[in-house]
């Protein structure tokens, strides 16, 4: 069984920065990819950006330039720095790992931007 653990979400201004992280327990193969995704309420969760196990990136339109996700393979997390964040990035956000042929996901954690 594999759990994913999100850490770092909060309330900040806009502007503001905050770093999440995504930990996890158990038996974890080899990933083909982690990322993080969000969801508003009223909205579709959706993706935020990814990271391959070669380290390619990917990342949705409405966060370059602003959020930057890394990945620790030896420990198997990866974190996400959100710089200069705007009221609409407010959403519960969650991380997943991918390995064929399972998907797993966080519980979530909150980040709220707002002055």
């Known amino acids: 069984q594999v759990h994913l653990v999100e850490s770092g979400g909060g309330l900040v201004q806009p502007g503001g920065s905050l770093r999440l992280s995504c930990a996890a327990s158990?038996?974890?193969?080899?990933?083909?990819?982690m990322g993080w995704y969000r969801q508003a309420p009223g909205k579709q969760r959706e993706l935020v950006a990814d990271i391959s196990r070669s380290g390619r990136t990917n990342y949705a339109d409405f966060v370059k330039g602003r959020f930057t996700i890394s990945r620790d393979s030896t420990s198997e997390t990866i974190d996400l720095q959100m710089n200069n964040l705007k009221p609409e990035d407010t959403a519960v956000y969650y991380c997943?790992?991918?390995?064929?042929?399972?998907?797993?996901w966080g519980q979530g954690t909150q980040v709220t931007v707002s002055s």
């Open positions: 997943m790992f991918h390995w064929v042929p399972y998907t797993y």
């Open positions: 158990g038996t974890v193969s080899r990933i083909d990819v």
